[in-house]
């Protein structure tokens, strides 16, 4: 699952890798760069993108690259899921409505793992079947939910904190600001905003269509996107089946997504109570003596900086071993320091 | 749920805080500690730690703090759902073996959103109680994740090193080098074992306590783990459901576990390749300027540390920002270096 190019974190919506996160923070501070940023979008990235699929043209060419992959995934998954269930559907038991929608169900259900059983496969060959999509199903929803659902976030906070300040007058420089501020507190109140409206439109929906009581269409509703699925509420007839295809997609992903929110919150007030007591506590003798990385007897701004961010935990001793190590090399002339003339001696070397 | 001073990453079992990160890289690397690592093992971190409870002597005194933490919450979690369910056992229909273990397992299934639906709430009062148990079960599941299973898997490597070395003489810093480098890839390993043995116990029990065919029993399995849980088979005696409540628990967060950490590995993979071209690629005196931080016209050591972590995505401009600020403050004799003059400066104003 996912073994080509594409390779991305499964589960972690916020575990993107250090290049992607470069990106977007330069992409979103652009404005405030300083002239010691590296140029990191012009880097030659040693990923692939599939932006050299001919895709630009169609449907998807409105999409974001990583968006119109996962998006690809997704429609392979459920049209092959659909295709395979559909031609094994006299394999499946249960209670049934339309032939193809059926198998489409039941290849969402199996995908989010809510499985509430009311349609079972009833062969040794649609068991395993369920088994392998069920398996290959987990891996997307962590590939869907490390990618697209960030992304799509990303798109309308901007349009939340708009709302959230109707009344003021802000420019889009300030919106921004405030977004990088407080970004995963908006992208928290968002998740649970659209968490709200899904559980909402469901409970009216399993009410009015399914015709269950309140109470019942409720507990179906949390049933489902827990991926609980106890399965003795589910969707029955056509119309609710057509609904769940996309309430039960979008629902899951939700709950996901606000619980990843949450835990992001979590760590992130951690992070900024330790870079706090990091900046705020006295620096003694014993900390220059520690940050003093060329043993020169004082401690310049840059060592400095090293060493604090070391003490917050966002460096290793390993990354900064590392960099010394290709600094050595190129400081040819070994005065301790990189000049025009190491770089003129490294060329014609 | 989990808001006291115990607040973690729910989902997230990498996305452990910085200063969680730093304690464990420094535990870990004591013995090759430069004298230039800040000495966090000393320093008053912010965070509380339930060390403060005195619960030293009892069963839990042996246990990591972080762990005897997710195994209170367990059981007083599942404690209050074995009784809530025991209590309103009446309002559950289904296939029911033991009174207490049916409550127990009830909770598992639900906790764990496997929701076979075997035994399924049948009153308004089960069906809210069943919302609320697998809501903060999620966020359970997420706790026991993040913490327990890391720390269970961190203790287990050694002896998988150990294992994967016999013929080989290996001291315990050969061991301790050798898991450093490729500690994802031993956790991957060790959770795939484990799942592959636990897999191999359920349908082997399934076959043998349940009389499930074999496919059946697979089916069962991999149904469980995955929280499909469709429910057509499940664990119907008594002997199965006790078995179910350790092994439903294992199970699924082991296969949670193995997701991660292949998300992990692939996120690691895609970060060396890019600090690998950071560190490969050719500097040229574009870069010399960009990474000279207090443009003197040369770049030391710490000043191309910085430029080439900022490139690699591991700092951003903020970070440096904001430390930098700091430093200029402390500066007070304004020499562009810190001394011990400015220390002393500083503690007599």
Known sequence: ?????????????????????????????????????????????????????????????????????VAIYLMVYLGVGAIIFYL???????????RFLDAIYFTIVTMTTVGYGDLVPDSDLTKILACAFVFSGMALMGIILSKAADYLVEKQEVLLVKAMHMHEKVGPSEILKELEMNKTRYKFFL????????????????VTVEKLEIIDAFYCVCS????????????STEAGRIFAVFWILTGTICLAQFFLYMAELNTESRQKALVHWVLTRKTTNFDLEAADLDHDGVVGAAEFVIYKLKEMGKISQEDISLVMKEFEQLDIDQSGTLSVSDITLAQSS
Do not use: C, W
């Open 1 to 69: 699952m996912a073994n080509d190019d594409t390779k991305e974190p499964l589960l972690l919506g916020s575990q993107e890798t250090g290049a992607q996160k470069a990106k977007r923070h330069l992409n979103q501070r652009r404005f405030l760069r300083s002239r010691s940023a590296p140029d990191i979008d012009h880097a030659p990235l040693v990923t692939n993108d599939s932006e050299s699929i001919p895709l630009s043209e169609s449907i998807f060419g409105i999409l974001h690259p990583s968006l119109k992959k």
């Open 88 to 98: 094994v559907r006299n394999q499946i038991k249960g209670l049934k409505t339309h």
């Open 191 to 206: 998740v649970f905003s659209l968490l709200l409206i899904l559980i909402i439109v469901g409970t009216i929906f399993l």
């Open 224 to 235: 489902t996107i827990t991926t609980l699925g106890y399965g003795d509420k589910s969707f």
